[in-house]
């Protein structure tokens, strides 16, 4: 799948599980915990909701690894688009 | 038939699993997902399943085992099995970060991890100790009971462990029966971490010791599922979960009582999930008291959920400066392990200080208003109550992340903008004066002294404890 098909998914479902943030720009460095309205219980939905679309699995302890947009993207990118 | 069950007061993990076997053996006392369905277990299987467990925990020769709590069954089984077994046992996060768990297995002197994951027990078998030194002095565990460590993150230092007890686990189980009584036709979802005190007591023994099914909610990615799945009527929270569910409307229509604890809680919270048709109790307590030692108990129409009795095996006092001090011989912890002197600083005698600030109500009722630790004391002698201070600005700046520190006797304020490294000097100075041009109103109506000195911005995310408090002591620059 294409990276840009995949950053296009993360901002429909982020946008879908957080109404109030349509319109605010989602930029690969977009700090998820200080510049956005996501809590830690918003961004677990939005991981398993990104989980069903893309039919993947991102282990639970490397969520808090996900800092930035871009780190969430990166991590489904990997998965989806497994590279050995 | 529908039976309030009288809470039994057990002194033992044995104990419990011998009234299992002997009283009700077939009533079921968990439930679990297996193949997408719920399952059954009952409490005699649960019972034999530990005791078997326990047996060949005696035979590995180890002294102190760590668990790396995912909630499931085989979680549970073991927690219980290694108290049985005489080990100490301690209790971790397996989602925290790889440095910090090796830091713990190092502090506790683990010497056996258990994990549903083999792939991380087998990344944090280098970490593990010797052990414990064996005791040498005889020691009856069904008197002291076998020794259960939870780690606190606390507020004002780094993260330590309380040693608790089989026992005094039991006995803080026991107040949350006699407080709030749960019958045997009642399901308690169990969603809350069990390496959290707050969730191995409120979201498991509570239900386990008042004859209700205690149902092991599936962890976050079913979050949004597992009121459905399993149809609890009772249900443990901490306020940031209970924000979601009511947010999203996910508690099931058969959900009637939802404990919340663990964290401040804003009374709309509360009312808008009164509004869904629940019932809210709010419980206080602290991982040093082996959880909460006073609950909010609704029923009465002029219910105030913030209004919290104190349970039976407790004591509460207020020193002159307000600072909550607990007695509480059944449920206090041992101590901070291999701390003395951090534990001689907050256990004075048989009182505990607490560094909350509660008051009585004319009912007799104790409201919890703040942490002693989150006063700032300023040059002037004058004293800033840092949740009100800040509640001030959030008015005045909503949606900023910001923190108020006391710096050389004066507060001031730091605010996160993840620009602010790049700013040239004029920028800042402009960014700076908007602020204050933002505050202004609000400031104006505080004494000159408590007035903020300065504003400072900083690019790096403010370090939070996991209940989104922030930890003000990482915090050494600017």
Redesign the interface.
């Known amino acids: 799948m294409e990276r840009s098909k995949i950053v296009e998914t993360c901002r429909e479902v982020i946008y879908e599980c957080v109404p109030d943030m349509e319109g605010q720009p989602l930029y690969e460095d977009t700090?998820i915990?200080?510049?956005t309205?996501i809590?830690?219980?918003?961004f677990?939905?939005i991981i398993?909701r990104l989980?069903a679309r893309f039919d993947v699995k991102i282990p639970?302890?490397q969520?808090?690894k996900m800092?930035t947009f871009g780190d969430v993207v990166n991590a489904f990118d990997k998965r989806i688009n497994r590279r050995f | 038939m529908k039976t309030k069950a009288f809470p039994p007061k057990y002194n033992s993990f044995t104990e419990v699993l011998r009234s299992f076997s002997q009283i009700d053996p077939d009533r079921p006392l968990l439930i679990y997902e297996e193949g997408g369905a719920p399952v059954k277990k009952s409490r005699a299987d649960f019972a034999a399943s530990v005791l078997a467990r326990a047996e060949e925990m005696r035979s590995f020769g180890m002294t102190c085992l760590g668990v790396l709590c995912d909630g499931s069954l085989d979680c549970v089984e073991t927690i219980f099995a290694s108290a049985v077994a005489g080990l100490q046992t301690v209790l971790l996060d397996?989602?925290a970060?790889d440095t910090l768990l090796q830091e713990q297995i190092r502090q506790t002197d683990i010497d056996i991890l258990w994990s549903s994951d083999p792939d991380?027990v087998e990344e944090l078998t280098p970490y593990l100790t010797d052990g414990i030194t064996p005791r040498t002095e005889s020691r009856d565990s069904s008197v002291e009971g076998s020794d259960i460590l939870f780690f606190t993150s606390g507020t004002t230092a780094s993260s330590k462990a309380v040693v608790l007890t089989d026992r005094s686990l039991l006995a803080a189980a026991y107040n949350g029966s006699c407080m709030l009584p749960l019958s045997s036709d009642d399901t308690l979802l169990c969603m809350l971490p069990l390496n959290h005190v707050f969730g191995f007591v409120c979201g498991l023994l509570w239900g386990m010791e008042c004859g209700a099914a205690v149902a092991l909610g599936r962890?976050?990615?079913y979050?949004?599922m597992d009121f459905e799945f399993y149809k609890p009527t009772v249900l443990s929270a901490v306020p940031?979960?209970l924000?979601?569910l009511v947010q999203?409307k996910l508690m099931n229509s058969e959900l009637r009582l939802v404990l919340v604890g663990a964290g401040d809680c804003s009374p709309q919270l509360l009312s808008s999930a009164v509004q869904q048709g629940v019932q809210v109790s709010f419980g206080y307590g602290l991982t040093e008291t082996s959880s909460g030692v006073a609950i909010s108990v609704p029923g009465s129409p002029s219910f105030d959920p913030f209004a919290l009795a104190v349970c039976p095996e407790d004591t509460v006092a207020l020193a002159s400066d307000g600072e909550i001090l607990i007695s509480s011989p059944s449920c206090m912890m041992k101590g901070y392990y291999k701390h003395p002197e951090d534990t001689a600083a907050v256990l004075k005698g048989n009182l505990l200080f607490t560094g909350d600030i509660g008051k009585w109500d004319e009912n007799g009722r104790l409201h919890v208003i703040g942490r002693k630790k989150e006063i700032l004391v300023l040059a002037d002698g004058t004293k800033i109550f840092l949740p009100e201070y800040e509640a001030r600005i959030m008015a005045a700046l909503p949606?900023r992340?910001f923190t108020v520190l006391e710096r050389d006797g004066k507060p001031v304020l730091l605010l996160?903008d993840?620009e602010s490294s790049t700013w040239p000097e004029e920028m800042r100075e402009l960014s700076r004066s908007m602020v204050q041009e933002e505050l202004r109103g609000a400031m104006s109506q505080l004494p000159r002294g408590q007035q903020l000195s300065e504003i400072l911005f900083t690019d790096k995310?403010?370090p939070r404890t996991a209940t989104g408090k922030v930890k003000r002591w990482e915090i050494t620059s600017p």
Not at chain 1, 39 to 42: C, L, R, V
């Open positions: 700090v915990n200080t510049d309205a809590d830690s219980m918003g677990t939905m398993c989980e639970q302890r969520w808090s800092s | 397996e989602n970060a991380l962890g976050a990615r979050y949004t940031l979960l924000s979601f999203h949606g992340d996160v993840k995310p403010l």
